[in-house]
């Protein structure tokens, strides 16, 4: 059983940037990939980006490639989301997930076993 905790939202300035953080609890935390993913009101859950469980592969959607870095402490249990030159767009609400499956396959939201209850991020024009 993983369960995880995210922090760090709030509301930014477009071209602004947040860090985000996922706290895991157990001692599993680096037997899973880890994965970010995004839910804006009205549309569904949009993978954002996942590591592997040794911290290497990350993989990003095109949305947030050159923007967004994905990281993770194993010995921390932590999983962080670094966001820079922010737009409007990604305002939404980040969740952090724990897949058994490995990058690339831990991009498809069908493969998480556990979820976060989500952080609100939201980028002003």
């Known amino acids: 059983q ?24 157990g001692r599993t935390f680096s037997r899973y990939s880890m994965g970010w993913f995004r839910q804006a009101p009205g549309k569904e859950r949009e993978f954002v980006a996942t590591i592997n469980s040794g911290g290497g592969s990350p993989y990003y959607a ?7 870095t994905i990281s993770r402490d194993n010995a921390k249990s932590t ?3 670094q966001m820079n030159s922010l737009k409007p767009e990604d305002t939404a609400v980040y969740y952090c ?11 498809e939201r069908g493969k998480y076993d556990y979820w976060g209850q989500g952080t609100q991020v939201t ?3």
């Open 62 to 68: 095109d949305s947030v490639k050159g923007r967004f």
């Open 79 to 81: 999983l962080y989301l």
């Open 123 to 125: 980028v002003s024009s």
């Open 2 to 25: 993983v369960q995880l905790v995210e922090s760090g939202g709030g509301l930014v300035q477009a071209g602004g940037s947040l860090r985000l953080s996922c706290a895991a609890s």
């Open 97 to 107: 997930g724990a897949s058994r499956f490995p990058v690339p396959m831990s991009f």
